[in-house]
C-alpha cells in the first residue's frame, strides 16, 4: 500500500471509496500508511442496500442487475468520487462465501470492483474470484487484487 500511497502524492492525486463486502478493509489499509492522510479523502462502507441508495446508487440499478454486478460497483466507485471529490475512487461489492438471502446472486465468492479515474471519466471493472478458507482471508485477497490493479492504472 506504501507505494500506492506515494505514487498518488508524486501524482498529486486523490482517492476516495465505498465498501460493501470488504467492510472496510481497504480505507483501513491504506490510512494505515503513513502519509495517506495527504491522498484518501472518504471511505464509505455500506453494507446494506438501504445506504448504497442512501448515498447515491440507484435502487433501479440494484434491482435490474442485483448488488452484485459491476452495474452497482460502478455507480459505488462514482458516488464516493462525486462526494469527495475525489481524482480516483473505488466501489467493491460481492458475496463472501455466504448466500445473501435478501439479494439475489448465486456466485459466493465473487467480487466486483469497479475504478473510476475522474479526470478521465473512465472505469475499470473487475469480477474475481475471492480465494482463502475465511473471510478475512477472502477480504484479504481482494484488497491485494485491488492494490495491484490501482497501482497499475495510477503509474
Given at each position: 500500500?506504501?507505494?500506492?500511497?506515494n505514487?498518488?502524492?508524486?501524482?498529486?492525486?486523490?482517492?476516495?471509496?465505498?465498501?460493501?463486502?470488504?467492510?472496510g478493509?481497504?480505507?483501513?489499509?491504506?490510512?494505515?500508511?503513513e502519509?495517506?492522510s495527504?491522498?484518501?479523502?472518504?471511505?464509505?462502507?455500506?453494507?446494506?442496500n438501504?445506504?448504497?441508495?442512501y448515498?447515491?446508487?440507484?435502487?433501479?440499478?440494484?434491482?435490474?442487475?442485483?448488488?452484485y454486478?459491476?452495474?452497482?460497483?460502478?455507480?459505488?466507485?462514482?458516488?464516493s468520487c462525486?462526494?469527495a471529490?475525489?481524482?480516483?475512487?473505488?466501489?467493491?461489492?460481492?458475496?463472501l462465501g455466504v448466500?445473501d438471502?435478501?439479494n439475489?446472486g448465486k456466485?459466493?465468492n465473487?467480487?466486483f470492483?469497479?475504478?473510476?479515474?475522474?479526470?478521465?471519466?473512465?472505469?475499470?471493472?473487475y469480477?474475481?474470484e475471492?480465494?482463502?478458507?475465511?473471510?478475512?482471508?477472502?477480504k484479504?485477497?481482494v484488497?491485494?487484487?485491488?492494490?495491484?490493479?490501482?497501482?497499475?492504472?495510477?503509474?
Amino acid at each position: 500500500m506504501e507505494e500506492l500511497v506515494n505514487l498518488l502524492k508524486k501524482e498529486n492525486r486523490t482517492i476516495s471509496s465505498m465498501e460493501s463486502c470488504t467492510g472496510g478493509l481497504f480505507a483501513s489499509e491504506i490510512t494505515n500508511t503513513e502519509g495517506s492522510s495527504e491522498i484518501f479523502k472518504l471511505g464509505l462502507v455500506t453494507y446494506c442496500n438501504e445506504f448504497k441508495e442512501y448515498f447515491g446508487v440507484s435502487k433501479q440499478t440494484i434491482e435490474e442487475y442485483t448488488v452484485y454486478s459491476n452495474n452497482v460497483s460502478r455507480e459505488m466507485a462514482k458516488v464516493s468520487c462525486n462526494i469527495a471529490k475525489s481524482d480516483i475512487s473505488v466501489g467493491i461489492t460481492g458475496m463472501l462465501g455466504v448466500v445473501d438471502t435478501n439479494n439475489r446472486g448465486k456466485d459466493i465468492n465473487s467480487v466486483f470492483i469497479s475504478i473510476y479515474d475522474n479526470n478521465e471519466d473512465k472505469y475499470f471493472d473487475y469480477k474475481i474470484e475471492a480465494i482463502g478458507k475465511t473471510r478475512l482471508e477472502k477480504k484479504q485477497y481482494v484488497i491485494k487484487y485491488l492494490k495491484e490493479r490501482l497501482y497499475e492504472i495510477c503509474k
